[in-house]
């Protein structure tokens, strides 16, 4: 009974401090569209670098004269391995026939040679969590000892930068959500802080009537929780017009951005986020209240 | 009902009332009276408690405000109907919902409130004003609108202060025979008011307040 006049009173102050309220309902919507896009951004740079550790190998080099028979016994050890995924043998004559391919045209660099002087290799993948720049060389340090394997190969550089790519991104969004969730906090105490001192002298009077403290929180909760709700709904209605220009427009400009996923189930998060941040702010725009 | 026990309030060290000690009964109609400045108002404020007593005790019906603990005002609040001096009308909301704010706060259903309120502004003459808002109402029609919203609830004790400052004779003596009507249901009252005319011939015990000091009583 209580509750629904708590949200009939909510709704008349929404209507009557109409301008406040839309103004605060935008500054939520565009906080909680950037906080979107930047989960975007880290979504995609997260599953770009997820895909590249499948990618990314060490190369052990196998000495010249090595027999069959010693190759084998090399890949049987490397497999008992379970820090790598998989392995591929190249022999010296693969190897060849796919420089030669790679050079296509300029072919006649090779044709001075008349012994092939390419080795013959073992590609190895490694597991995912074991592509970070520390791990790749401790494995490549222990399967240099493997009898056979001439020197191995792999590209420090290339894996501590994505590892360090991903970290700094992670960091940065999770600066960037605080620093915008906080915002969005700030925006709902402020709003709230006016509603209420707009309301000061009633709310005096309904104290001495014998309002209990929650009966004069509610509407205010409800309507920062308000306020954060449709700066949800709005943040939504601006990421799908940012979701709909990018695939339907830009990417026919920008093929590369066809490549791009974005994961519309995550908008349904920004509602609830802005209900909770919403409320957040109106408690502590409420403070502590004194009867 | 009512019961003071040696209490003094002071105003930055000034003593506005010293050492109060009476008791009204339940069921009983009293006025309380004395010059402007007297300490009537500050009086009835310490029992629904807009100020704290500095010493002694007080005592409203189970209400011990002494050592009542903060969740426990609200409850207190809602057993006082109180006509305010400065009347403590909301303005933006009509008369009906001005006199409904009192049944809200206690959760009473809208459907029960649509009829006490039209009963309560029935006994204060003012039904046609019901979706007026206070400040297009006359000093007197705003002061029988507050009336209206302290005896909705069916308060057990009335405190009313300059319940008839605003209005003219004639509404006045109705108004206190509305306060007769009302103790007979048994709630107890008290009345601040510096009008003697309001307590002639009733009968009923008078408080006389000066300087803070209750100087003695009479019958009416
Ligand atoms: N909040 C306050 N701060 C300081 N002094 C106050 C305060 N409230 C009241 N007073 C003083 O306390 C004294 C008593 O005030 P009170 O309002 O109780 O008088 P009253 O008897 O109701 O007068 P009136 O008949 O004019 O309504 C006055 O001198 C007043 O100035
Ligand atoms: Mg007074």
């Given amino acids: ?59 052990a080099y196998l000495n010249d004269n090595i027999s069959q028979e010693e190759v084998q016994g090399i890949v049987d050890t490397l497999k008992k391995r379970d820090d790598i995924a998989g392995l591929k043998y190249i022999s010296k004559d693969d190897a060849i026939k796919e420089l030669k391919q790679t050079l296509k045209d300029a072919r006649y660099i090779l044709e001075g040679l008349n012994e092939n ?45 994505i590892h360090l790519l991903k970290k700094s991104l992670q960091n940065m969004s999770i600066i960037i959500f605080i620093t915008i969730s906080t915002g969005v906090v700030f925006v709902a105490y402020s709003t709230v802080k006016i509603l209420f001192y707009r309301r000061k002298e009633e709310i005096e009077i309904i104290k ?44 026919i400009v920008i ?37 | ?13 000034q003593g506005v009332l010293k050492n109060i000690t009476f008791s009204i009964q339940k069921g009983e109609m009293a006025f309380l009276t004395g010059p402007s400045g007297a300490g009537k108002s500050t009086l009835l404020k310490l029992m629904y408690l807009a100020e704290w007593p500095d010493e002694g005790d007080i005592v409203i019906g189970d209400f011990h405000l002494q050592s009542l603990k903060p969740p426990q005002i609200p409850h207190l609040r809602r057993n006082i109907g109180v006509v305010f001096q400065d009347f403590k009308l909301i303005n933006n909301l009509t008369v009906f919902d001005n006199i409904a704010m009192a049944l809200r706060i206690k959760g009473v259903s809208e459907k029960e409130i649509k009829n006490l309120v039209s009963e309560a502004l029935k006994k204060v003459h003012l039904r046609h004003l019901s979706d007026s808002y206070p400040r297009s109402l006359s000093g007197g029609e705003q002061q029988r609108v507050v009336i209206a919203r302290a005896i909705v609830t069916g308060p057990l004790v009335l405190l009313a202060d300059e319940p008839t400052g605003n209005l003219d004779p004639n509404t006045s003596i109705d108004i206190i025979k509305l306060f007769e009507e009302i103790n007979l249901q048994g709630t107890t009252i008290l009345i601040a008011t510096h009008n003697r005319e309001l307590f002639r011939n009733t009968r009923r015990r008078v408080l006389k307040l000066d300087g803070g000091n209750l100087i003695g009583e009479e019958i009416g």
């Fill in chain 1, 255 to 291: 093929p590369l951005l066809k490549t791009l996923v974005f994961p519309l189930e995550i908008l349904i998060l920004l509602p609830v986020t802005g209900i909770s941040l919403g409320i957040v702010g109106s408690v502590i725009a409420l403070g502590r209240l004194k009867l």
């Fill in chain 1, 1 to 59: 009974m209580t509750l629904a006049y708590s949200f009939k009173s909510a709704f008349q102050s929404l209507c009557r401090e109409k301008w406040i309220n839309i103004l605060s309902m935008f500054t939520v919507a565009s906080s909680l569209l950037i906080i979107t896009l930047t989960a975007f951004f880290l979504y995609n740079v997260e599953l770009v670098a997820s895909h590249l550790p499948d990618r990314f190998s060490l190369v």
């Fill in chain 1, 208 to 251: 001495l009537l014998g309002a209990t403290k929650g009966f004069i929180r509610m509407p205010f909760l409800i309507e920062g929780g308000t306020i954060g709700f449709f700066g949800g709904i709005l943040g939504i209605i601006g990421a799908l017009l940012f979701y709909f220009a990018i695939t339907y427009r830009l990417s």
């Fill in chain 1, 117 to 161: 002087p390419l080795s013959s290799s073992i590609e190895i993948r490694l597991k995912r969590d074991f592509v970070t720049s520390a791990s790749a060389k401790r494995i490549s340090e222990e399967i240099k000892k493997v009898s056979g394997i001439d020197d191995v190969y792999y590209g420090e550089k290339v894996a501590e930068a």
């Fill in chain 2, 1 to 13: 009902m009512i019961a003071f026990q040696n209490v003094s309030k002071y105003y930055e060290h």
